[in-house]
């Protein structure tokens, strides 16, 4: 296996140009092993290689080298390579098509965690960017205590988020677009050391990388192959959130979007993800809970925490009730068959239903059904 970590490190140096090809000849090939011992064949392994791919492999001795210093790095700063398909590699990530042959991690997080939420925006975000993602930040630490918040430790939405997830007590991990012996930038150097031991520091990128601008639009994709769901919080028309954001959909993962006013500079980008139906609209934390199905598993993890044994019905209302009693008879029911039978109003069933979710005595399942949850 060492080996084998040897030559994955050679093929990801040796291609750093073009991750993809590294990536697929991996997966071609079943090993990084086996892509070397064949480099001088390569080109049967994988029609329609690039010349430069062929030839980034034809030498692989300076590679070699940058991996085995590679190594001793990590060994000598305790950093872990992660290498793709170890336990300890993002499962969710390495479902992605291009997903990096290797990470390496600084920190003490669980990247398969249950619950995996990246947050993404503007680096010029406002007052009101500034209060949506502290706020969503703080009210998931509660109904989700278990949730790793991933973002890019940049200025604006992605330190906001990494700071307000610290002081909730939420792990969380920035994506790095360098480098693990340098930070960008260095002024959230306090940060990103508190993150190393409540979350860490993750890249794809060996020592001595610097943090260009393709490196940035690289690392989104990893943003948002590690989560279960992105939130854009704050966008201009044009920017790297819109990116993450449309890798995520991509990757088939839930997209979130903060709205904003009308003709405001850096809610353009999230409005327009709304109207065009590439993003749910959120407004809390609680919006992404329900859409994800979390709810009722975050108020059994608030009643484990304060060592209550969750009822049937918990402090329901009158139309609470008279929902639960008619699922209680008839299970699994389309909110519009619930109206009917019940007589409470569509709209205002709505909100009933919702905070029935919220207290954990339905959820929504596939095709608009309401499904009771019994003890």
């Known amino acids: 296996m060492e080996q084998e970590v040897v030559n994955l490190l050679t093929l990801a140096a040796a291609l750093h140009f073009s991750p993809e090809a590294a990536v697929q000849l991996y997966r071609k090939a079943g090993s990084a092993t086996a892509v070397i011992d064949n480099r001088r064949n ?80 503007t680096r010029r975000c406002t007052a009101y960017g500034q209060d949506c993602a502290r706020s969503f930040v703080r009210r998931l630490s509660e109904l989700c205590p278990d949730a790793l918040v991933v973002s890019g430790l940049a200025y604006g939405i992605d330190i906001c988020a990494h700071r307000e997830a610290l002081a909730s007590g939420l792990d969380t991990v920035a994506v790095l677009a360098h480098g693990l012996d340098n930070l960008y930038p260095p002024r959230h150097r306090d940060t990103a050391d508190e993150m190393t031991r ?27 192959g590690v989560a279960d769901a992105t939130v854009v919080v704050e966008s201009a028309h044009h920017g790297g959130a819109l990116v993450t954001a449309r890798l995520a959909q991509g990757y088939g993962r839930d997209v979130f979007a903060f709205p904003g006013r009308m003709g405001d500079e850096y809610s353009e980008g999230c409005n327009n993800l709304i109207r065009d139906n590439k993003a749910a609209l959120v ?54 068959t619930l109206a009917a039978r019940t007589a409470i109003p569509v709209g205002a069933l709505s909100a009933v239903m919702f905070s029935l979710e919220m207290k954990g005595v339905v959820k929504l399942t596939a095709g608009g059904v309401y499904h009771l949850i019994k003890n």
């Open 42 to 121: 390569i080109g049967d392994m994988l029609h329609g290689l690039r010349r430069n791919v062929a030839a980034a492999l034809a030498d692989v001795d300076g590679a070699r080298r940058k991996a085995e210093a590679e190594i001793e790095y990590a060994a000598r700063t305790g950093v872990r390579i992660l290498p793709l398909g170890a336990d300890g590699y993002p499962q969710r990530l390495a479902d992605c098509a291009d997903a990096p042959l290797a990470l390496f991690f600084r920190g003490t997080a669980d990247l398969n965690g249950r619950r995996v939420v990246s947050m993404v925006g």
């Open 198 to 224: 409540h979350g860490g520091l993750m890249t794809e990128y060996f020592t001595h990388t610097n943090a260009d601008k393709l490196n940035f639009l690289r690392r989104n994709r990893i943003v948002a």
């Open 283 to 336: 407004t809390s934390a609680y919006d992404l809970v329900r859409a994800m199905g979390w709810a009722d598993d975050a108020r059994m993890a608030e009643a484990r925490r304060k060592g209550i044994e969750r009822t049937l019905f918990p402090e329901l209302t009158e139309d609470e009730q008279a929902v639960a009693d008619m699922l209680g008879k008839d299970n699994d029911l389309q909110i519009n």
